[in-house]
């Protein structure tokens, strides 16, 4: 019966529209790398305010996945171990660090990756063979701020990613048994 029910579904909508897909997006002014990336490069140390960066889109109060982080976490991530000297580190993350007092930092994180699974419908349903593609973008962001106005910024991310997943288990739903039922043999020893 529900081999039936699985041929009725695949002859009227296609196997493509029966895989699962997985969609992670920020909710933000932005929609794509381009946009994100020619905003944030906007910020121009030394001159952009506080002000300047809510108008900009950069407003923790308004904008999801933009942190407020405080001057100790700041700290571990230009100096990580007491190999990094304050005088290796760029004058604007110097300024931010010598004055401990009135400033603040924003991390900024944004994305809109999409999995999508692909393949051979049957070995995917069965767990024997799932294909997985990976696409979309990945922005991350730090702005250091010092009396109201930025004084460093750092930006990486992955402007294109497109990448692809294969697991196979050549016994299908068997092999989560085998992997579920030694996971319950060594509890209870």
Known sequence: ??????????MTTGCANLFMSNRSVTQAPWTNWDQVNIAFNS???NHTTIKELRHMGFD???????TIMPYIDIV???????????????IGVQIYIQSAT???????ILQDVMQKRHGNLLLDI???????HQSGWRFRGLILIKNNV??????SG????????????????????????GRILSLAH
């Open 102 to 108: 009135n400033n603040c930092a924003y991390r900024v």
């Open 1 to 10: 019966m529900a081999l039936v029910l699985l041929s009725l579904l695949t």
């Open 158 to 181: 992955e402007p294109n990613i497109s990448s692809d997943e294969s697991v196979i288990k050549p016994l299908g739903p068997f092999q989560d048994m085998q992997d579920s039922a």
């Open 60 to 66: 923790p109060a308004v904008t999801p996945n933009i």
């Open 150 to 155: 930025v004084v460093y910024t750092l930006s």
């Open 126 to 132: 069965f767990g024997f063979k799932r294909l997985t």
């Open 76 to 90: 571990p991530i230009f100096m990580p171990n007491p190999n990094i000297h304050m005088c290796d580190l760029p």
């Open 43 to 45: 910020i121009t140390p």
